[in-house]
Each structure stands twice: as C-alpha cells, then as structure tokens.
C-alpha cells in the first residue's frame, strides 16, 4: 500500500506553523461517541489518524484544503474549519 | 486604497476572473481578492476548457491564453477488474479551426484569465482571505479580511468563493453541503516527454485524447475516472460521491493507486514523472440542491452556487458564464440608474434561467437521484459489459448462437427482465427532460 506522504511530498505547502486552520472541537465526542471515524479513512492527505485508545489526532500540515472532513462528519458536525490565511496552505503548481 | 469600491468579487477562479474582467471592462470600480499566492494556486480542475464560454467573454483567448492540446478524440471506457469495453470517438472535424475543447492546467490559465481583469482595471489583492461578509441587517456591504485594517465597503459582493462556499454559510444565506450533494476527487499529473505522448495516444502536435472511465475503478461508488493528454504530461483522477466515500470506507488515494494499477491504464503512465497529487471537491447536487444565488447586494456565481453540470463534466464553463451574468446584471442595473438591491438582482436569476446554465441544469435535475438509487449502474453492468465482450471475441469453438444466449441469460440473471427494461428506462430517463 502506498503511503500518501510520498504523494504529499511532491506538492508545495507554506504551512502557517503553530496556527492550523483545522482543528477538532471535541477530541472526547471522537474517541466516545463516533463509531466511523470516516475522517481518518476519506481525508486525502491522511490529516486524520487513529491512535491506539480511539483518539483522533489531527494535522493540518499536508492539507489540501478540499473540505471533505467538514462535510463528512456530518452527524457530529466537530470539526472546526476555516482557510489558512491569505498565501498559506497549499500552493498547487499545477492544479 | 479606496475604502469604498463598486463591486467586490471574492475569488479569482473561473467565476471570479470572467465577474471581475467583465465589470472592469465596462469601467466599474472592482477589487478582486484571492486568498491563493497567485490565482489558481487553490485551484484544481481536470481539466478540460469549453471554448465557447471564454470565447463570449475573451473572443480572441486563442492568441495568448496557455493552452495545452485541443481535443480529437474521445474514448469512453467501462472497466472491469482486468478489462475494459470502450467507444471512441475521433474526427478531423476537431482539428479545423477554431478548436473547440482544450485540455488546461489551472495554476496556469488562472493566472493569464487574472491578468486579463488586471488590465481591463480590476485591482487585485492576493494571498488574502476574507473571513466574513459585512452586514447592515441582512444587506451585505462589504467583506472582512485577515489583512489589518481588513474591512473594506462595496455596494455589491460577488461571491465567486468556489465549492465550500464559507463566507455565504457564515453569513446564513445557505446550509452546509450534504455528503450526497458533492463529490471529492483526487488526481495527479505525469511528467512525459512530448514525443512520447503524441506517439502513445496516436496524435499529432497539439492533438489531444480525453479518456472518460467508469465501472469497477470506483469500487461500486457512484463516480467516474478520467485521464487527459496536456502537452507533456498526462493527468488523471478519480471522483465519486462523499456520501459513498463515508458509507463504504474507502480512501482516496488508494482508490487513485488502484487505477493506475489497471493493466490498461499503467501502460499509459509507463516511465512518467509524478509532480503533484491534488484534491478537490465537486459540488454535483444538481438543480434540487441548488441555493438562493443572490440577495440584497450580494450574488453568488460558480461552484459557490452548485453551478455544476456533473452528468457532463461541466463546471469551469458554468462558473465562467454565471459570472459574466453576474457581473452584466450589475452592469446594466447601474446604467438604468437602479440600486442594486434583492428585488433588482432578481434579474441574474432571470439572466440565468434563460441561458443554457439553468436550462441544462433543469434538464438533468433528476440525474443524481437516479443515479444514487441505482448503484448497479457502477457495479454489475460494468461485469456484465465485460463479461460479454469477453464471451464475443474469445475463440473457444462455441456457436455464436449459444454465447448470445449466455450473454442474454448473464444480464438477466443478474438483473431480472424487468429490472433490465426498468434500468434502461432510468438510465434514459437520466439524459432526458421532462
Ligand atoms: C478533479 C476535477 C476535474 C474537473 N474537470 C472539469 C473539466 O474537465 N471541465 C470543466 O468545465 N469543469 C471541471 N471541473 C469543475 C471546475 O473545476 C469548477 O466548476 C470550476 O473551477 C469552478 O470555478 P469557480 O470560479 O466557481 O471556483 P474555483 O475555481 O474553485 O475558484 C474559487 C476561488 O475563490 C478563492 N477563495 C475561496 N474562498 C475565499 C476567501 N474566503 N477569500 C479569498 N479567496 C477565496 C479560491 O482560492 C479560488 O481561487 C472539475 C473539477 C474537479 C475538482
Ligand atoms: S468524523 Fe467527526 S466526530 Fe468522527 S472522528 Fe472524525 S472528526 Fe471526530
Ligand atoms: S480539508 Fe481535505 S485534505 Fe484537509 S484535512 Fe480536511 S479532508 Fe483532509
């Protein structure tokens, strides 16, 4: 199986380091009360990963800023979302 | 800067550049602000150009926009696990001029369509982004950026925000997105002398080969794959409906890996240099999910709206047209002397509904629900199509007549008589009007 790191790789970032423009609202409802866990398997840059006592951990760093993980978490609605500021985030070369 | 502008457009996408360049071209007072580094640093798209809606905005684009192949031939492919059934289509009435459908890499494009706004008057604020609308009670009168100093006042604000669309949600003009409404697609780009490609696709200098897919690829998902020629390099990605993405647990990119992993399609990519893995979603609810698109000084134009022709691989055209439509709204209300205010702007849906964005998306309006009651149309047929042609063309000393037969009884074993007569009904019905 590929790792999604070697295709992030190839992609240019600016990350706004210490200001992530996706964060969780309550970590407790992720681990207790969300049997799916969708965001930790549709996230297309893997943001979302699953740690061992059901906790969900979040990192914005390879974000492709496509949404998906604030739809998707649709009967929680617990993530938090916005845009990176102004020329953060992703920079697609080619798009 | 001035505080005050006429219009300000939010987004400097396909929507965006075709509002700002037509506003700024009839002398209006534009700012035009882009959270992106440069236009189309956000911006992802297949991507193939419809020439005909820039050309109604931009009649000579072909003299300098970055165009990378005009389109002969297009092939439709059904996949099986390790086969395909497919048509092509390939005429030399593509190749007279003037072209009609190009193959574009956004970052690319968006930065040319930007410049034409540019010179046409619009300014244009980069890497800034707009956290929030401005309101007077429930008219909108200018927009809150993440600059210092950020607000800045207009009489009308285009949102031309793209698919997630925040700015219009905060301010409570419209709801989330459902899952069933909108599809995530994942694609990349191959590196690929040129040489090599015109040789692999059978085509010329500028020629180009568009592969539309579907089947088995989307793992039983409602969705479709494609693969485009640039001029040296190929992209291809793989879409399907978030609402399948939640329900049957199925990661993205594995999706993509598998793709480039069917034996007709890894020939094509053999030796290529991967450079860039992109997302993106695509707002493809359709007529029924449709928001208000306008209101007391604020409109909205593009995939912002759900103006989205998913059926046919439509958007960048729609997003063009509806903010050209959005932008001569404006344009002819001011010259009447009138405010632009929600009774007036009532004229861009009036604008829109006589052209051919809002005729084509009452047409299919009953596609995507078909579509999602009927997942087989992803699964069984594309084994069935396979099955048969497999059974047709192998020579195994089996009579035509009995493999027909087998063939027949394949489809009705899997379907019924009447579910295969209801499934051509839908499937027409899907295409048609009523
Ligand atoms: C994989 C894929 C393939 C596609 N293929 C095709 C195709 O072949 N042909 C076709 O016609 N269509 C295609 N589409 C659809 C097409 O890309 C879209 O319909 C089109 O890009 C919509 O244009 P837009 O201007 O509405 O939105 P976008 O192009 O998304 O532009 C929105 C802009 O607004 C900016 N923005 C958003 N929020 C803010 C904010 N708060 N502040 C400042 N700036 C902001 C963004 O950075 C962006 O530049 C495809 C889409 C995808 C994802
Ligand atoms: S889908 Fe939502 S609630 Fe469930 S784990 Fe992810 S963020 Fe938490
Ligand atoms: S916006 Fe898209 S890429 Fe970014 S974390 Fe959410 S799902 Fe992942």
Request: glycine letters at 8%.
């Amino acid at each position: 199986m590929i790792k999604v790191e070697e295709k992030l790789f190839q992609n240019r970032y600016r990350v706004d380091a210490g200001r992530p423009h996706i964060t969780i609202k309550d970590p407790q409802l992720c681990a207790t009360g969300c049997d799916k866990k969708q965001c930790t398997v549709c996230c297309p840059a893997g943001c979302y990963t699953e740690e061992g006592n059901g906790r969900v951990v979040m990192i914005a760093d390879g974000c492709m800023e496509c949404g998906t993980c604030r739809i998707i978490c649709d009967e929680h609605r617990n993530v938090e979302w916005d845009w990176p500021r102004g020329g953060f985030g992703i920079l697609f070369k080619f798009g | 800067m001035a505080e005050k502008f006429d219009v300000i457009v939010v987004g400097a996408g396909m929507a965006g550049n075709a509002a700002a360049y037509t506003l700024a071209q009839a002398g209006l007072n534009v700012l035009q602000i882009e959270r992106g580094e440069t236009p189309g640093s956000k911006n992802v798209q297949g991507a193939i150009l419809y020439a005909d809606a820039l050309e109604k905005i931009i009649p000579d684009f072909r003299d300098d926009a970055p165009l990378e192949r005009h389109l002969i031939e297009q092939r439709v492919w059904i996949l099986d696990d390790e086969s395909y059934v497919g048509s092509n289509y390939r005429s030399e009435e593509f190749n007279r001029e003037p072209y009609n459908r190009y193959t574009i890499i956004r970052a690319h494009f968006d930065q040319w369509f930007n410049k034409k706004a540019r010179d046409a008057g619009a300014l244009v604020l980069c890497e800034t982004t707009v956290t929030n609308l401005l309101l007077d009670g429930k008219r909108v009168i200018g927009v809150a950026t993440d600059r210092k100093g950020g607000e800045i006042y207009a009489d009308c604000v285009i949102l031309a925000d793209g698919v997630n669309s925040l700015l219009a949600k905060k301010a409570g003009f419209h709801d989330e997105i459902k899952p069933r409404d909108v599809a995530l697609a994942v694609k990349e780009i191959h590196f690929l002398p040129q040489e090599t490609i015109e040789s692999r696709f059978n085509i010329g200098e500028e020629e180009g080969v568009v592969i539309e897919m579907a089947g088995k690829i989307t793992a039983g998902m409602m969705g479709t794959a494609f693969l485009y020629t640039n001029k040296e390099s190929i992209t291809l990605g793989i879409g399907c409906m978030l609402s399948d993405f939640k329900e049957q647990q199925v990661t993205p990119y594995q999706l993509l890996e598998k793709m480039k992993d069917h034996p007709a399609i890894r020939p094509l990519l053999a030796g290529s240099e991967m450079k860039e893995y992109a997302a993106h979603l695509i707002p493809e609810g359709g007529y029924h999910a449709m928001p208000q698109v306008y209101g007391d000084g604020w409109m909205i134009a593009g995939d912002a709206g759900m103006f989205v022709n998913g059926l046919h691989r439509e958007g960048s055209n729609l997003a063009m047209t509806t903010g050209k439509l959005a932008a001569e709204t404006l344009i002819e209300l001011k010259e009447q002397g009138k405010a632009w205010n929600a009774r007036s702007l009532a004229r861009y849906q009036a604008k829109l509904d006589d052209s051919f964005v809002m005729k084509d998306l009452r047409k299919y309006r009953q596609a995507p629900a078909i579509f999602e009651k009927n997942p087989h149309f992803f699964t069984t047929y594309p084994e069935l199509l396979n099955r048969a042609a497999h059974t047709l063309v192998k020579v195994d000393g089996v009579d035509k007549k009995s493999k027909e037969r087998s063939i027949k009884s394949a489809f009705v074993e899997a379907r019924s008589r009447l579910g295969l007569l209801g499934d051509a009904f839908k499937m027409w019905r899907a295409f048609q009007s009523r």
